[in-house]
């Protein structure tokens, strides 16, 4: 397949997948399975485009970022609260991914754990809804540090490909009785850290090849990848805060099991 056709439909499912809780990178893992590309090649780039995504995130809440940056600033209780929740939040991961990275870039190379993932995921999230009694207005900023450190060490679960970053977050607040808006949201602003962490780390080791041009994928698709994310991304989280409040997250769970499935009896019958 044509190499910019590929960065479009990667940066389509990018944006798609990243703030739902259907695994962003499990989907960008079976798509290279799919288009039979080599997935090795694109590593980078699927890491990469995933700022695009974030940037919609840091639009679409530009008021919130702004107001808690001035309010660190001006050492206000609410802005040093925010920032204290998304920091306390972000380090598990950052720790963890740091520890486990050798085995975690092992487990990007599995479709098959993908699948599994993304079935197992879908029954954790039916079960959390149908136990988890999410209640307040609480906003982000308001959350206590335990259910603060509850969220940051349910989204290392998602170190697993196919597991959802989004979903581990989300359901990880929903189980510690966070309601479901501030849930998304603490999901979305959390992601901003995470995302530019593993980007940051992924351009440090490999973009010396990218800039060698020794690499099949280059800045070009890369560019295309990261605005078509960015497009997506902003639309899906507009609609997804508004959809979840009213109808909750069993959809997601059901289509995780149905792709999953889908995934596995496609796999062992090729």
């Known amino acids: ?3 910019t056709l590929t960065a479009i439909l990667l940066g389509i499912v990018e944006g798609l997948t990243e703030f739902v809780p259907v695994s962003s990178t499990g989907h960008l893992i079976l798509a ?14 699927n890491v990469v ?4 995504a974030i940037l919609a995130v840091v639009y679409q809440y530009w ?38 990275k050798d085995y975690i870039d092992i487990m990007l190379g599995s479709p098959s754990i993908v699948a599994w993932a993304l079935i197992l995921g879908g029954i954790a999230i039916l079960g959390i809804e149908r136990v988890a009694n999410p ?3 609480a906003t982000v900023a308001d959350l206590p540090l335990i259910q603060v450190i509850g969220v940051g060490f349910a989204q290392c679960l998602a170190m697993v490909p196919g ?4 979903g581990a977050t989300i359901m990880g607040a929903l189980a510690m009785g966070v309601n479901r808006k501030t849930a998304a949201e603490f999901s979305f602003f959390l992601a901003v850290p995470t995302m530019i962490g593993a980007t940051t780390l992924e351009l440090f080791q490999k973009g010396g090849e990218l800039t060698a041009g020794t690499m099949r994928v280059g800045w070009g698709e890369i560019a295309i990848g990261f605005v078509v994310s960015f497009i997506v991304a902003l639309f899906v989280i507009r609609a997804f ?12 769970a059901w289509y995780r099991i149905v792709i999953g499935s889908a995934a596995l009896i496609w796999l062992f019958a090729r």
């Open 63 to 100: 008021g919130t970022f702004w107001n808690a940056g001035m309010g660190v600033l001006r050492l206000e209780s609410e802005g040093l609260r925010f920032a204290r929740n998304i920091l306390v939040a972000f380090l598990p991961s950052a720790v963890l991914g740091l520890a486990f």
């Open 1 to 3: 397949m044509d190499t």
């Open 49 to 52: 485009i995933q700022l695009g």
């Open 32 to 45: 290279s399975e799919l288009f039979g590309y080599d997935s090795s090649e694109w590593a980078m780039f």
């Open 135 to 137: 209640k307040g207005d």
């Open 241 to 252: 805060v508004a959809y979840v409040s009213r109808r909750g997250f069993a959809p997601f």
């Open 163 to 166: 597991v959802s970053r989004s």
